[in-house]
Structure formats: C-alpha cells, structure tokens
C-alpha cells in the first residue's frame, strides 16, 4: 500500500507540475488579403458611349469613327499581383473566346488596381489594343454588323474573375 501511494503522490506532483508549465502560443490574427477580384469593367465604344454610365445602350464600335478606337477600363482588388485579359466572343462563354490583348499589373506596374486600355479596331477584321499584336478576329464573324461578346478577367496565381460586354462590331 505505500508503493501504491507512493505512486499517487508522483502522479499528482507530475500532474501539478505539467499544468504548471507555460506555453507560448504563436497567433497570427492578420487577414488574409481580399480575394481577387474584377470590381469594374467598362468599355467606350466609337461613338463616346460609356457602357458603365448608360448600361442599356448598345456599344458599337466602328473601323471607319474615329479610325476604330475605343477604349476599355477596369478596376481590381487593390494590392494584388494578377494578369488582365481582354478576350472577344461570339458568345457569353468565355471558353468560346479568343484572347486580345493581356497585361500583368499590381502594385509598382502600369497598372495596379485600375487599369485603361486603347483598342483599335480595322475594317479587315484586325484588332490590337495598346500596341499589343494584332489579332485576326474574322472568324468570329458570320455577317457585318456582328455582336460578339468583349471579356475582361484578371487572374492571380489561384483564381480568374471575370465579366463582359456586348458589343456590335461594324
């Protein structure tokens, strides 16, 4: 019986004595950062419509007004490094369309949070924006004036977001 409370007084001060240690505990309590995302798309056609301040007209843009320009913008998640891609489409399936332009942005870059880009559109089916190669965008069309779709989605390492407009190209 004294082995038996021998043991119990070595259990007990063991106990005692492991409640008693400190222990430190590393918490990181900063937030993740925002996930990535396309606040603002918008696009002024050929003639000064701004798809953002008048949703309900149509855009058109036209190879012969003001030598095919227009112009798109966008805002994103502040902070973020990401790629902006500027597709067109013959549908409202961005799978559907082809890429015409992209650019890397975020803090230190041309563009970080907001971005602008000028577009120039021709009459034999070429478009470029900022410079960027000119794209062939024929195939997309079945007849003149056609409405394609114009994507704009930014992407980071782990996600895409993106948003379109209608547009009518003449």
Known sequence: MTYLRLLL????VLGVASGCRKRTEVVDNTPPPGALALY?????????????VS?????????????????????????????????????????????VYSEDCGPGKGCGRD??????????????????????????????????YLFAEVCDTFRCNYDHRAVIFE
Not at 57 to 67: F, G, H, Q, R, S
Request: with cysteine; charged share 20%; glycine share 8%.
């Open 9 to 12: 007084v070595v259990i007990l």
């Open 115 to 148: 971005g602008y880009s000028i577009c120039t559109y021709t009459s034999d089916f070429f478009l470029s924006c900022d410079g960027y190669v000119w794209e062939d965008i024929s195939a997309l069309f079945d007849q003149v004036p056609e409405r394609l």
């Open 40 to 52: 603002e798309f918008g696009v002024i056609d050929s003639f000064g419509i701004d798809s953002e």
């Open 55 to 99: 949703p309900s007209t149509p855009l058109v843009v036209d190879p012969y007004t003001d030598d095919g320009l227009f112009e798109v913008y966008w805002s994103a998640t502040a902070g973020h490094y990401y790629t902006f891609y500027l597709s067109l489409g013959t549908s409202r399936n961005i799978e559907d369309s082809v890429e």
